[in-house]
Nanobody, 126 residues
Framework: QVQLVESGGGLVQTGGSLRLSCATSGRPFSPYFMGWFRQAPGKEREFVAAIKRPIGSVQYTDSVKGRFTISGDDADNTLYLQMNRLKPEDTAVYYC???????????????????WGQGTQVTVSS
């Protein structure tokens, strides 16, 4: 079994920054894609960013481009999301996701990812 555990969420003011981390544990696993999704109250889970490993190709949803940076440590399959210039609309539970199935295109559909963390709350106050 593969476990993903997020950390780093919290309460921050508009314009502030947070860095989310996602640690992988359990059976040996080499994810081909790792990503971040978020879900705000009353809304569907949405794609935020993902990275193809080990190549390093990345993709972001338009609303976070230029503000968020996804990165990873291939040595221990740790994933990060640096979030800068946060806005109230970034408030959500953020989930780490991973999948080992190869494809040419970075998937943005949550159903494409097999493994999920429990989520970490990010709240941006206005």
């Amino acid at each position: 079994q593969v476990q993903l555990v997020e950390s780093g969420g919290g309460l921050v003011q508009t314009g502030g920054s947070l860095r989310l981390s996602c640690a992988t544990s359990g059976r040996p696993f080499s994810p081909y894609f790792m990503g971040w999704f978020r879900q705000a109250p009353g809304k569907e889970r949405e794609f935020v960013a993902a990275i193809k490993r080990p190549i390093g190709s990345v993709q972001y949803t338009d609303s976070v481009k230029g503000r968020f940076t996804i990165s990873g440590d291939d040595a221990d399959n740790t994933l990060y999301l640096q979030m800068n210039r946060l806005k109230p609309e970034d408030t959500a539970v953020y989930y780490c996701a991973a999948d080992g199935t190869r494809s040419a295109v970075i998937p943005t559909n949550s159903q494409r990812y097999e493994y999920w963390g429990q989520g970490t709350q990010v709240t941006v106050s206005s």
